[in-house]
């Protein structure tokens, strides 16, 4: 089993729709969970990190963690085409020493015009 | 945002040959990571540096990998021998300031070993 499992997509929505994107994992030791951004060829961009469960919102984005089912969620309203891009998640104990990142395979986001 | 840049963005090398990449923070950084993307795979973690030491590891960085920061600034990655597998993105990343969990990556250098 994977430790860290994602859907790959390719995801297409229309302009405007609500996008779902989510992450199941194994590890019961992850505390801090992160959303990523990557364009092709670029470098992974942070957009949201919580710790813990719970829901947390920014702007058109909202994380939400889900411990007790090890499941965590991206929600992106009103999604725009310039939000199509691979979305990341990613996951670390953060115990001392021990902060590297877990990543899934990231979802492929195609927001329609 | 703590930022860090890397240099060169792309690097063509032979097999067997011995690479160096660059990660220069903005910043005063105390904690960095490496990380690799094999093209249309998953990032996966390489080896944390905290206070000039080596923190953690995978099993993927083995005796071909080495990191130090050579003149307290810089902060680099080094292959000895390459091989075609180690055709990847590779990216440094770091948090800021420490005590922060979230890390920021730069912007990649991109591999290819023929």
């Known amino acids: 089993q994977k430790e860290v499992e994602q859907d790959p997509g390719p995801l297409s929505v229309p302009e405007g729709a609500i996008v779902s994107l989510n992450c199941t994992y194994s590890?019961?030791?992850?505390?801090?969970f992160m959303w990523y951004r990557q364009y092709s060829r670029k470098g992974p961009e942070l957009l949201m990190y919580?710790?813990?469960?719970g829901n947390k919102e920014d702007g058109r984005f909202t994380a939400q963690v889900d411990k007790s089912s090890k499941y965590i969620s991206l929600f992106i309203r009103d999604s725009q085409p310039s939000d199509s891009a691979t979305y990341l998640c990613?996951?670390?104990?953060?115990?001392?020493?021990?902060?590297?990142?877990?990543f899934g395979s990231g979802t492929r986001l195609q927001v329609q015009p | 945002e703590p930022e860090v840049t890397q240099t060169p963005s792309h690097q063509v090398t032979q097999m067997g040959q011995e690479v160096i990449l660059r990660c220069v923070p903005i910043s005063n950084h105390l904690y960095f990571y490496w990380y690799r993307q094999i093209l249309g795979q998953k990032v996966e973690f390489l080896v944390s540096f905290y206070n000039n030491e080596i923190s953690e590891k995978s099993e993927i960085f083995d005796d071909q990998f080495s990191v130090e920061r050579p003149d307290g600034s810089n902060f680099t990655l080094k292959i000895r021998s390459t091989k075609l597998e180690d055709s990847a993105m590779y990216f440094c990343?770091?948090?800021?300031?420490?005590?922060?969990?979230?890390?920021?990556f730069g912007p990649g250098t991109r591999l290819t070993v023929l």
């Open positions: 919580t710790y813990s469960s």
């Open positions: 990613a996951m670390t104990p953060a115990h001392t020493g021990r902060r590297a990142l877990t």
């Open positions: 990343a770091s948090p800021g300031t420490s005590g922060r969990v979230e890390q920021f």
């Open positions: 590890n019961s030791a992850f505390q801090y």
